[in-house]
């Protein structure tokens, strides 16, 4: 039986990204499209609870068939494997997402929770991203999504381990190779350009710079910078270990 492919991102059902994902794995099992009907970058892992998740089908160009779904990456996710899929999904790849997701942005990103949450629910996932937001080179990232998807097939994933897989956007022969990287760390420096509207009122605008912290050999944002492709293993284990020994020495009483 052919593997079953879900496709899924945060930059909604109708971006090019999502396209040339299809496009790259369509022969390699049978794929199901279930995104969000409209952009939904840096929602990270919300849910839709306050609101209906309503969902329509699409089609774009003659083969792609898929779900809008008016939420966020992560309902998609559980929506599909729940839901909308037959059978439960043997990968999860969401992307080809325009732009980066290194460093902190992993917990921003809308398009590397969808992956999270297939790792949750038990399903191989992969998340993909281009690092450019101008003019960006689909068939680098194709290529890529397309050799990792048949990779996974055949040797599966770890259990509670998406691969958060960057992509440099260069032509695929300027590419230097595949680097097996850790998260870099870094923050946003937030700048909130003032506005004021037309009644008067004030509002921002939030926008940001990437700020790394400390060493970054190894990393994926050093990876990225070098024209490598950059696969980081990434899961949630979000107790600060080392810290409890510390917390406990606090002798805490009521
Ligand atoms: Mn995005």
Redesign the pocket.
Known sequence: MKPHILIC???GIYAPGIMALYEAVRDIGEVTVVAPDA????VGHAITLSNPIKIKRVRRNAQFKGYAVVGTPADCIKLAVTVLMERPPDLIISGI???PNVGISVIY???VSAATEGAILGIPSMAISLATFEDPLWETAAHVARRLTQEIIARGLPADTLLNVNVPNRPLDQVKGLAVTRVGRSRFAEIFHKRTNPRGDTYYWMDGELRIIGDTAGTDIQALADGFVSLTPIWFDLTHTAVLPKLRDWNLTL
């Open positions: 991102n945060d930059d952009e939904q970058s840096a997402n325009l732009g990103s809308g398009t």
